[in-house]
């Protein structure tokens, strides 16, 4: 059913661009309409000038489709086909266009998944894919935002997402495993994972600006996201035995990595560079390896921009490092590594298009390993990944993007061998 509901609202969304261009192929310019489509940001393009006077009026829809194919080798061990796709369905109002509330906005992000989760099957934990999660249809993201103090503080009240506020990469955002979007130190931790994909949580968060180039940022989410008893949805359980999860950083931040996602969001176009410091903890205690125990951990982050190519703004050279630290009676992992290298317009006449390499190293605590011995379970001390993958627009709406990953001791036990795997994934931004 879930399916059916996303490829009727994806075709119902082409259908309103057809109906949006009838008036202006029937004026003779359906040449410059045809051609406008390899430019247009998004396939159902401004739907005549509607989409643009909702965005005078304060009103923001945006809808973004994922689709993907894996294949993990020849193996009678695992299911060597897989198939995912994942859409997004977004809604930002301003709040001051709209009632005049001054320096507020509502936003609303609905995600609807398929295809289970392949990295678990295979044997990863740290997975595969950033889409992969059980099929199910949820209310992702439902806040507030305020502005005040001309920007300088900015607070966040509802359901949301913590690694679009915290632990957050932009060159990082190229690579499809997980691992690069949040770190595994942190996306482990808690009795169903922190507020992230696929499963939110209510919070708080506090930013505050200070300087020209630095901010503190502040969170209070609910110990426990969604139901470990249900994965198909949402749900918002308030129970006080949860607990708080609370997690905070610095940052430190210049300039702006233009990406074709990202390069209307500021006009500059300055060298980009940023270093992060941030650090989270449970107010619940675990019944994990130990009783009764609390779980913390540490993380930092740096962004740069290390060369730019002189003829375009945003081609060049940008990496990415990060390294935390989490609580080792706990967690699996008491220690991650990531890293990665992305260069935009590495062939020339294709300024847009990315190419990335990245790498993670994830260790398995002794605690952790000594515990799995005495069940005669083994584990190397790293799992590790090696990522390569090119992001090539066909127009800045669709994007075609192969992936190749080399997974090398797998956390599950009964898959020892080191595994490659290949996938392939569809954008469409509409």
Not at 27 to 42: A, G, L, M, P, R
Request: proline share 3%; glycine share 10%.
């Amino acid at each position: 059913m879930n399916r059916f509901l996303e490829y009727i609202i994806i075709i119902g969304f082409i259908i309103c661009q057809m109906i949006f261009s009838l008036p202006l192929m029937s004026n003779d310019v359906s040449e410059s309409t045809e051609s406008s489509f390899w430019q247009q940001e998004k396939i159902t393009g401004k739907w005549g000038d509607f989409r643009n006077t909702l965005n005078d009026n304060g009103v923001f829809i945006d809808a973004v489709y994922k689709s993907e194919v894996w294949n993990a080798g020849l193996r009678d061990s695992v299911k060597n086909f897989y198939y995912l796709d994942n859409l997004d369905l977004m809604l930002l109002l301003d709040l001051e266009k709209i009632t005049g509330w001054n320096g507020a906005s509502f936003y609303f992000h609905s995600i609807s998944d398929y295809g289970g989760n392949p990295g678990e099957q295979i044997g990863s934990k740290m997975g595969i894919s950033n889409i992969e999660t059980s099929d199910s249809w949820r209310v992702f993201e439902l806040f507030l935002q305020q502005n005040l103090f001309d920007n300088k503080l900015s607070l966040y009240m509802g359901l949301l997402d913590l690694n679009s506020m915290f632990d957050v990469k932009q060159v990082g955002s190229l690579f499809l495993n997980p691992a690069h979007g949040i770190g595994v130190d942190f996306a482990q931790s808690g009795k169903n994972g922190p507020s992230i994909f696929p499963f939110s949580s209510l919070g708080f968060v506090a930013r505050l600006s200070f300087l020209s180039n630095n901010y503190f940022q502040f969170g209070i989410f609910d110990g426990l996201s969604g139901d470990t008893n249900n994965f198909k949805g949402n749900p918002i359980i308030i129970n006080k035995n949860d607990g708080l999860l609370i997690s905070s950083k610095i940052v430190n931040e210049h300039g702006w990595r233009s990406t074709p996602e990202l390069k209307n969001e500021k006009e500059n176009n300055l060298p980009y560079s940023k270093i992060e410091v941030g650090a989270w903890y449970y107010t619940d205690s675990y019944n994990h390896l130990f009783s009764n125990v609390t779980s913390y951990g540490i993380y930092g982050l740096f962004e740069q921009d290390i060369y730019q190519e002189n003829e375009t703004p945003g081609e060049g050279l940008s990496i990415y490092g990060r390294m935390g630290i989490a609580d080792d009676l706990t967690n699996q992992f008491d220690y991650f590594i990531g890293a990665g290298f992305v260069y935009q317009g590495l062939i020339p006449g294709r300024n847009e298009d990315r190419f990335g390499f990245g790498f993670l190293f994830a260790h398995n605590a002794y605690v952790y390993r000594m515990e799995k011995s005495t069940r005669n379970e083994f584990y190397d001390l790293y799992e590790q990944n090696f990522e390569l993958t090119y992001k090539l627009y066909i127009t800045p709406a669709i994007a075609l993007q192969p992936n190749i990953q080399y997974l090398v001791s797998p956390s599950k036990v009964d898959l020892k061998e080191n595994l490659l795997v290949f996938g392939l994934r569809l954008t469409l931004i509409f």
